[in-house]
């Protein structure tokens, strides 16, 4: 048995609003361009990270609601001709998250990663099927695939800082 001498109180305002501020934080941070020479303006999708993160250790926190504003606001900071298809494709995977929590709540690193691997892949094919489709044409796969593995490889990072806001602010027993 596990002896607790301090816990955070979840139940303030202010705490309840850590996932919704990180997943904004990381809104904004996805829309930060690097520049890689040899490569056209990628960037992280670290608002799928926050996305990922809070659903699967508190979806409570972070209604879909939540979620499809914060799509939105990364396509209207992106400049995106489709605005929604953020949004369509973060409500999509916090959706099939809540039916995969079980397996990734109290696993190791690698374990979540490889399940953030999978969202990731899903998400980029999906996103890359539906442009491509309002589109009218077939695009390129080059940028989506490497912003999936930037994405993967960036994961640990977003992790890590989420996972400190959430010990910080959101302590469960």
């Given at each position: 048995?596990?002896m607790v001498l301090f816990?955070r109180e979840?139940?303030g305002?202010?705490?309840k609003?850590?996932?919704v501020?990180t997943?904004l934080?990381?809104v904004?941070?996805s829309?930060?361009?690097?520049?890689i020479?040899?490569f056209a303006?990628?960037?992280?999708?670290?608002a799928l990270?926050?996305?990922?993160?809070w659903?699967?250790?508190?979806p409570?926190l972070l209604?879909?609601?939540?979620?499809?504003?914060?799509g939105?606001?990364?396509?209207?900071?992106?400049?995106t001709?489709y605005v929604?298809?953020?949004?369509?494709?973060?409500?999509?995977?916090?959706?099939v998250l809540?039916?995969?929590r079980?397996?990734f709540?109290?696993?190791l690193?690698?374990?979540l990663?490889?399940g953030?691997?999978?969202?990731t892949?899903a998400v980029?094919a999906f996103?890359?099927?539906?442009?491509g489709i309002?589109h009218?044409?077939?695009?390129g796969?080059?940028p989506?695939?490497?912003?999936?593995?930037l994405?993967v490889?960036?994961?640990p990072v977003?992790?890590y800082f989420?996972?400190?806001?959430?010990r910080?602010?959101?302590m469960?027993?």
């Amino acid at each position: 048995m596990r002896m607790v001498l301090f816990q955070r109180e979840t139940s303030g305002f202010p705490n309840k609003l850590v996932p919704v501020l990180t997943t904004l934080l990381f809104v904004l941070v996805s829309v930060v361009p690097l520049h890689i020479p040899g490569f056209a303006v990628v960037t992280p999708a670290f608002a799928l990270m926050a996305v990922y993160h809070w659903t699967i250790y508190r979806p409570d926190l972070l209604p879909p609601a939540t979620v499809f504003a914060a799509g939105l606001l990364l396509d209207l900071l992106n400049g995106t001709p489709y605005v929604g298809t953020s949004s369509l494709s973060l409500l999509l995977a916090r959706s099939v998250l809540m039916g995969q929590r079980r397996f990734f709540i109290n696993r190791l690193f690698p374990v979540l990663w490889a399940g953030f691997l999978g969202t990731t892949a899903a998400v980029v094919a999906f996103e890359w099927a539906l442009v491509g489709i309002l589109h009218g044409a077939l695009l390129g796969v080059r940028p989506f695939v490497f912003e999936a593995a930037l994405t993967v490889a960036s994961f640990p990072v977003g992790s890590y800082f989420l996972a400190r806001a959430q010990r910080a602010f959101l302590m469960r027993v």
